[in-house]
């Protein structure tokens, strides 16, 4: 017997419609903030991501799903949305005027070790405005995603906020951090140690203990914040203040992927058992032109589904919509209940076709499909010109069955339904 791959899950039962719930009410929600729906593949040339999230991030160094095909091209699993819908913009030429707004949905792919809300095959839904800056496109962009927390059923969350700052920030503040480090380097990781020439700032977002620790006293991003960006971030803060959205600063929020800039946010789960990031985004400049388009900034974010999946109450989604049994006594009636059931579903109404074994066995059959009345058909029925109703969960025998003339069926139907 084969399992799945592991990290990887098979969907269905109650996860399954959680999904679908999350997937059609982000959209009708995206829809009314103006996002169009984008499906890129989930394979795309490995310098795709090599490009934009940065050599020395953990999911570019260590978590890709990378191979040669077999005309030796270069190829890699998608581990997040953002860079393929980039290289999407351009090369379908889909930004003819700005800003571009996309949502996307799908499998992403990371080699990281699997535990309860990671895995290696995960599903995200992320929304991208590009060549759009403003606080007040951040704080709509925040609006909307926490839109979709509370129609999803998903209320104790709060946005962790920070600032990555302007280019101009982020070189000042990459001395001062390097400063600092340099004097604990001896006790950094051995990945630490790299980074600090390569890429100082992704030190703070290591795993290790030991950097951690090591960094909760390092200096902050908004000590060395441009005029332009402080102000840029003062304007997200008021906004979501005015628009009612909780969030927290925390300085020390420099998300996982390079292309950051300016506002860089996270959501977190507040209750519950589960209480890690469920989602996160930000601003980045420049990521378009990295793929050959224009020279403008925009702003996104991903939330992860399973970590979504999580956090909703499964109640809801174990309901079983009210269903019709169609049962003919015998093979004889075969013919009657095929047409019935044909006319139930023009009619848009649920059902069963249940005909194998005896009558008894039709009707646990009935039972276990959760089914709320059964339409049976026998010989008397079809001489007489009516259906015998028997409604499952009455527990009121003289309630429990009803005889139903054929053309009174269907308006019957719909109104106890
Ligand atoms: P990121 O693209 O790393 O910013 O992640 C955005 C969101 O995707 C996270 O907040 C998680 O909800 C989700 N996510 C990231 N990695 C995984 C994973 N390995 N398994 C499940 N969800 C993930």
Known sequence: MFAPVRGMKDLYGVPA?????????ARRIGEKYGYAEIKTP???ATEVFHRSIGDETDVVSKEMYSFLDKGGEELTLRPEGTSAVMRAIV???LAQSFPVKLMYYGEMFRYDRPQRGRYRQFHQLGFECVGDK????DAILLCMATEILNAIGVFDTKVLLNTLGDSETREAYTKGLVKYLSRHED?????SKRRLSKNPMRILDSKDANDREICQMAPLITDYLSKESEQYFQKVCDLLEKAGINFEIDSFLVRGLDYYSETAFEFKSTSGEYRDSVGGGGRYDSLLSLFGGAEVSGIGFAFGIERLMLLMEDAKFKEIAPKIAVIPVSESENEVAFQLLKSLYEAEISAEFIHMGTLSKKMKVADRLKCSTAVIIGEDEIKNGCFTLKFMNCENEEEKIKTVAKSDLIGFLKHIH
């Open 17 to 25: 419609k959680k999904y679908r719930y999350i997937i059609d009410t």
């Open 42 to 44: 989930i394979v795309e």
């Open 91 to 93: 090369s379908e030429n």
């Open 134 to 137: 403003s606080p007040y496109t």
């Open 187 to 191: 006790k950094l990781s051995e990945d």
